[in-house]
């Protein structure tokens, strides 16, 4: 009988999801999860620091010092890769603004709802983010509408348009 056969792998394939790309790593089991950001920027030429990245895996976001191990990730397991970011969001007519720290794989409908919950803003499902001069769709993502680290939004009651 084998032994070593009983024992886990050392190394472990996993695939990264980003921005809707598919790519693998060959990474050690024990690897903190910090070290496998790094190693998405490094191996993976993802243009992301570690610090502004976000890993989850079935929806649980990653605690940087934990490994792998620690989470009981399978081999060939998909991570997805959200990146923080910080957007401004002016009210209607105002000069006042407000600054959300999301993540770039969230919808619009998302952001909308998390400004609507922590500033108490009545109406939010009439009302629709708009950036230079365009409305955004609700059930869009952040990134696939062109909303990055440091854009300027308007929330603005919702016109229909002919």
């Not at 010092?65 to 998909?78: D, K, R, V």
Request: charged letters at 25%; hydrophobic letters at 40%.
């Amino acid at each position: 009988m084998d032994l070593d056969s009983n024992l886990p792998p050392a190394n472990m394939r996993i695939i990264v999801l980003w921005r809707g790309a598919t790519s693998s790593l060959e990474i050690p089991v024990a690897t903190r999860i910090i070290e496998v950001k790094v190693l998405i920027c490094e191996a993976l030429h993802v243009p992301v620091p570690a610090d502004r990245q976000e890993l989850s895996w079935e929806g649980q976001f990653l605690e940087d010092e934990l490994t792998l191990q620690n989470y009981h990730i399978p081999p060939n397991a998909s991570l997805t890769v959200l990146t923080k970011i910080e957007v401004k969001i002016y009210l209607e007519y105002s000069r006042f603004y407000y600054v959300c720290v999301v993540y770039d794989g969230n919808t619009v409908g998302e952001l909308k709802a998390k400004l609507g919950a922590e500033q108490s803003i009545d109406d939010i499902e009439h009302k629709v983010l708009r950036m230079n001069g365009f409305d955004l769709d609700d059930h869009a993502l952040l990134w696939a509408a062109g909303v990055m680290e440091g854009t300027k939004l308007h929330l603005v009651k919702y016109q229909n348009r002919r």
